[in-house]
């Protein structure tokens, strides 16, 4: 059998560990299994092979892609090594990216550190390099990503906005917020093109440093460039400095223009106004924007059902959580559990004990499953309620189901004091 990528032949990689592993790890040999996408995709591409035809890179990065959204990274990680090793030249910038972020998350930064180091080419570099700073950021290691972006700056890497708001991320999540401003500096003295999340972040920070005007003149400078276009997360992020701020009105104006400007491709943003209406005690704009989100092209997930509960359990509006939960309870395929969990949970702090008991029965019926955020729920509720009884009866039901009762020990000692703390 023989294997050519490119037109190259590359039989070792079809005979070694490497693609028996890769095929081992992706895909069930379980006969009465089906096979998913991926798996059919692997399989095409072996009889592909087997009648002596051609296969391109292009078809393994397809590959990589697939294993990456399955959280498979070690077979992904594989066909990229191995990619690397053959045929380098043939390496995109996204190859090397790919591989550099699969191996933060397969091995961890001190060998994304070290795949770095080897590596020459200026191509190879840039692209390793964001992932490497990403790590960073996510560590929340401030002095490793100034030293690297020190690094990055002097080799002439730094040439997109992208390391820039990665450093601003991290003096955000670490409230260093008078760093962002001299990030923003740095980037105009070396001429770098401020994007929207630059701007976001710039105007994100001045709220925090100085208050509302100093983010409207971030903002009316964001408006008057030409290289960007003013979209529903700048006005979101607006919106919240005014929240802040105490200025609601003009929080919720803010919002009502961010709604034009959402298009119906995805969920996100419907969703992420909508917690954001449910901050500002706005039943009306979360309601709106739920019904304007039903014009995405795509099905409502649990996710999203979720989203709209927590906010109309945290306005109170019980029945309209009531009337959303029946209509996610007539579709839902799979009875997932944290969705039935918000209501539940709105019950039992209303004290409508047995709607709760009512609900927990019910959700059992239809196959939901509770989990250890269900019997929390429940054991508070009983024992806000002075039911003693029914709280210990549901804690050892509790113990019982999920074969362990440490969570249960701990909550119940250290809130309510039901075991003693030794």
């Known amino acids: 059998m023989v294997l050519k990528v490119g ?65 498979r990274f070690g077979p992904a990680l594989e066909i990229l090594k191995w990619m690397e090793t053959q045929h ?76 820039f708001n990665e450093m601003m991320k991290l003096y ?13 500096l ?12 630059s701007y976001n972040l710039w105007m994100d920070a001045c709220g925090e440093l100085s208050g509302v005007e100093s983010a409207e003149m971030v903002y009316k400078e964001m408006l008057s460039d030409q290289n960007v276009q003013v ?36 969920y996100y943003p419907f969703f992420f106004l909508i917690t954001q209406y449910a901050s500002l005690n706005n039943k009306d704009g979360v309601l709106r924007v739920w019904e304007a989100s039903k014009a995405v092209n795509s099905p409502i997930t649990c996710a999203n059902y ?12 019980m029945r309209e959580a009531e009337r959303i939960f029946a209509e996610w309870e007539s579709q839902c395929r799979t009875y997932d559990i944290r969705v039935s969990n918000i209501l539940l949970g709105g019950y039992m702090r209303n004290g409508s004990v047995e709607k709760a008991e009512l609900l927990h029965y019910r959700t059992m019926e239809k196959g939901g499953c509770p989990n250890s ?24 039901s509790g113990i019982s189901a999920l074969k362990h009762y440490e969570w249960i020990t701990k909550y119940c000692c250290r809130n309510f004091r039901i075991f003693p703390k030794n």
């Open 7 to 71: 037109g190259l032949n590359i039989s070792r990689f079809q005979s070694s560990w490497t693609w028996r592993y890769v095929l081992s790890q992706s895909y069930s040999t379980n006969k009465a299994t089906p096979l998913g996408d991926l798996e059919k995709r692997i399989l095409k591409v072996q009889n592909w092979v087997d009648e002596g035809h051609t296969v391109f890179l292009q078809e393994l990065r397809v590959i990589i892609r697939q294993l990456m959204k399955r959280r």
């Open 88 to 163: 380098s030249s043939q390496m995109s910038p996204y190859d090397y990216a790919r591989r550099q972020e699969l191996i933060v998350k397969e091995h961890g930064r001190i060998d994304a550190e070290r795949y770095f180091e080897n590596l020459t080419s200026t191509v190879s570099l840039k692209a390793a390099s964001l992932p490497l700073l990403r790590c960073y950021v996510e560590e929340r290691s401030t002095e490793k990503a100034e030293a690297f972006m020190l690094k990055m700056n002097k080799l002439g890497l730094a040439l997109s906005p992208h390391p």
């Open 172 to 184: 955000m999540a670490t409230s260093q917020y008078q760093k962002v401003p001299s990030v923003i």
């Open 186 to 197: 740095q980037m105009k003295k070396n001429r770098i093109t401020l994007n929207v999340l």
């Open 231 to 266: 979209g529903w997360s700048s006005l979101s992020t607006l919106a919240n400095i005014y929240k802040k701020a105490g200025l609601l009105d003009k929080a919720i104006v803010a919002l009502k223009t961010a709604e034009k400007k959402i298009s119906n491709s995805r």
């Open 306 to 317: 979720m989203c709209i509960l927590s906010s109309l359990v945290k306005l109170g509006d």
């Open 373 to 396: 955020k269900t019997w929390e729920i429940l054991v508070e509720g009983w024992i806000r309620s002075q039911q003693m009884d029914k709280a210990i009866d549901t804690l050892k």
